[in-house]
């Protein structure tokens, strides 16, 4: 049986405003000075960087509207600052969240959903001495360059450690075939399922063709490389990886679903303080406006979500939380979106 006092709180009908955290993002980027023209040009770059790491998508700096907030990128930063550590300026940019949504929101973008995973990077070089794995100094450039850029674009690469147990289940003959059942074995010990494997012939100067292959447990794609630079070599595989990622771990922020209400149901509200754990959780979620309770029925309450505005983007903005279990996740259905509350 609910109790008086949170009956009280549905029937005040009052909407809980989003959580979420809205701190700003911090960007810090070395100069040489600091001049006004130093100024202008870190605040696009860290402009333009705070927006692909949040969206992951290199083709939203095309949009007209996010190309004129780069051009006044300035305005955009919360604040700036320099500091200087061990002989080295840097430019300190803070933004708002918010501004970023907003920006990648007019660009009908994507952001990131929290439950992205890593993605384990598999390296076999073909080189006059016979294949091997792409873990010598010889690739430590590419590797640190390859790192570097997906980063930027807010994934984590790894790398698997080539010893010993790696080497029992994979050998560079068996990734340069693609034999899938070993490496899949081999990847399990890092707990990994998303693989970008290289395949790599080594030429003069640093320089490789080859192939990328980006594979997870749905699909499994490549590309042929063949490069006249680092960046000519990682932008393929790159591309690839984050097409394959973005599909599966990013959420639209559109204005036409912002419009758009979700209803959702949640089991197991006893108590006032089930109530106050359920809806600060919901509020919590990226991107989500608020939230309002429409009904209580027993243990049963049901919330009108604004913000987001397909299921399939809820769930993927949930996918992390363990506190609120998906129970039936047909919108169409005749119980709708339900969800069990867990408890702290």
Known sequence: MLS???????????????????????????????????????????????????????????????????????????????????????????????????LIKDANGTVWAEARPPILLWLVIDDPAGRRFGNTATEQPLLADLSAAFDSLGVNVRQPLYDLSDSVLVSPETLWRRDFGPILEASERYGMTHLLVGRLIGLSEGRYIGEWLYRDASVERSVSVQSASTQALIDPGLSLAMEEMRRRYAVALTTESGAKKLRVTVRNVVHLEDYRAVTEAIASIQTLDYARPVAVEGDILTLELLGIGKAETLLRLMASRTDLVWVNTDPDSDEGLVLAWQGP
């Open 4 to 102: 008086a006092a949170l009956l009280a709180l549905w029937v005040s009908g009052t909407s809980l405003p989003a959580l979420a955290e809205r701190t700003d993002v911090v960007m810090r980027l070395e100069v040489a000075d600091r001049s006004e023209a130093t100024v202008d040009r870190a605040a696009r770059e860290a402009l333009e960087a705070a927006l692909l790491r949040l969206s992951g998508d290199r083709n939203l700096l095309e949009h007209p509207d996010v190309s004129a907030a780069l051009s006044s990128a300035r305005s955009n930063l919360s604040s700036y600052q320099f500091e200087r550590a061990d002989g080295i300026t840097r430019f300190v940019a803070r933004i708002d969240q918010a501004v970023l949504e907003a």
